[in-house]
C-alpha cells in the first residue's frame, strides 16, 4: 500500500529529507518491514521516485531536477499510462519519457485527448494539484487471492457470499447505499474479467447477495483455475434502507437490527450467515466511512 505526506515547512524545523528517513528507519526498526520512499516536490515525481527506490531504499529529487530525473525512464513510468495506453506509444516510437518530453503538447493531445495532455504534463514532472487528507469514499470492496488457485466453485461462492455479505453490513454501519454492484475475477493465467450491474439503491443482504452471486456465475465461464476473486459495491450515496411494502417483513428488518447490533459490539465475525461460514478471512473491524486507514494484515491470502 501507498500514502502521500505532506511535509511543506519541514524544512524550516527539521528536514523534510531527514524527517522522513528517520521514519522510514523507525518503521523498519519496529515492524521489521521493507519500506521505500520519494521525496520531491510534488505527487507524481514522488510517486515515481518510490517505484524506483523500492523495494527498500529512499530517493529523493531536488527541485528543479523532476524533469531530468523523468528524462532516462520508460513511458511505462508515467502514472495512468497502462497497457494499452503504452501500446499505442510504442507504435509512435515512443520509448522513453524524454521522448515525451521533446514533442510538442498538441501531438500528445491529438493522439489521446485530454490523457494525452495529462501524460506530457507528468512526463516533464508537473504537477500541481494539492493533497487532500479526506475525501467522500465513492465505493467499497473486497479482493482475496488465494494461496493455491482453485476451481472447487462451493469455495469461491462461500467467498463471495461472505464478502457481499460483509460490504452489505458496512453499508448499514456507515448509513450508506449503494446502486451498483460488481464482481471481478482473475484466473490462473491473470487474465483478468469484471462484470457489473446497476441496483435501486439499497444495503439489504437480501437484495445485494443475490445480485452477486448471479454475476459470478454469468462471470465464471472458462472452467480455469481462479487465483483471485473480489466484490466492489459503488455509487454510495448517505441514506437508510427504504422498507418495500410488497416484500419486507417487520420480521426480517428486526433481525438485520439485531444482527448488525451484535457486529457492532463483537465484531464482523461474530455473527454469519451459514454460507458464509468458512470463508474465514472475510470481515474485520476497519470501518471504511470513519476516515482512517484500514489495517494492513500481515498475511492476507487464504
Not at 523534510?16 to 528517520?22: D, G, P
Not at 506530457?120 to 487471492?145: C, Q, V, Y
Not at 450491474?197 to 462471470?219: C, G, K, M, Q, W
Amino acid at each position: 500500500d501507498e500514502f502521500y505526506a505532506d511535509l511543506s515547512g519541514m524544512d524550516k524545523f527539521f528536514g523534510s529529507y531527514k524527517y522522513a528517513s528517520e521514519l522510514r528507519s523507525k518503521i523498519i526498526k519496529e515492524t521489521g518491514l521493507p519500506i521505500s520512499f520519494g521525496l520531491s516536490s510534488n505527487k507524481i515525481v514522488s510517486k515515481v521516485a518510490t517505484g524506483e527506490a523500492k523495494p527498500n531504499n529512499q530517493l529523493r529529487v531536488d527541485y528543479g531536477f523532476e524533469k531530468s530525473f523523468m528524462a532516462p525512464l520508460s513511458i511505462k513510468k508515467i502514472p495512468s499510462v497502462g497497457d494499452k495506453t503504452y501500446q499505442i506509444l510504442r507504435n509512435l516510437g515512443i520509448d522513453k519519457i524524454s521522448v515525451v518530453q521533446q514533442m510538442p503538447v498538441e501531438m500528445m493531445s491529438s493522439v489521446l485527448g485530454v490523457n494525452g495532455i495529462t501524460i506530457w504534463k507528468r512526463a516533464n514532472g508537473l504537477d500541481n494539484p494539492p493533497l487532500i487528507p479526506f475525501h467522500e469514499r465513492k465505493s467499497i470492496s473486497m479482493e482475496r487471492t488465494y494461496e493455491k488457485d482453485t476451481i472447487d466453485t462451493v469455495k469461491l461462492r462461500t467467498t463471495i457470499f461472505a464478502m457481499a455479505e460483509n460490504l452489505a453490513y458496512q453499508l448499514r454501519r456507515g448509513q450508506k447505499l449503494a446502486a451498483c454492484i460488481s464482481v471481478k475475477i482473475r484466473y490462473s493465467d491473470f487474465n483478468t474479467y469484471s462484470k457489473q450491474v446497476n441496483i435501486p439503491y439499497t444495503s439489504a443482504d437480501h437484495l445485494i447477495i443475490p445480485r452477486v452471486l448471479e454475476l459470478f456465475d454469468s462471470l465464471y465461464q472458462r472452467r480455469l483455475l481462479i487465483r483471485l476473486v473480489g466484490v466492489k459495491i459503488s455509487n454510495l450515496v448517505s441514506g437508510n434502507y427504504q422498507i418495500n411494502l410488497f416484500d419486507d417483513t417487520e420480521e426480517m428488518l428486526s433481525l438485520y437490527n439485531a444482527l448488525d447490533t451484535i457486529r457492532n459490539r463483537y465484531g464482523d465475525l461474530s455473527v454469519q450467515k451459514a454460507a458464509s461460514i468458512g470463508a474465514k478471512s472475510i470481515g474485520g473491524s476497519h470501518n471504511p466511512f470513519n476516515g482512517e486507514p484500514p489495517i494492513v494484515l500481515a498475511h492476507r491470502k487464504q
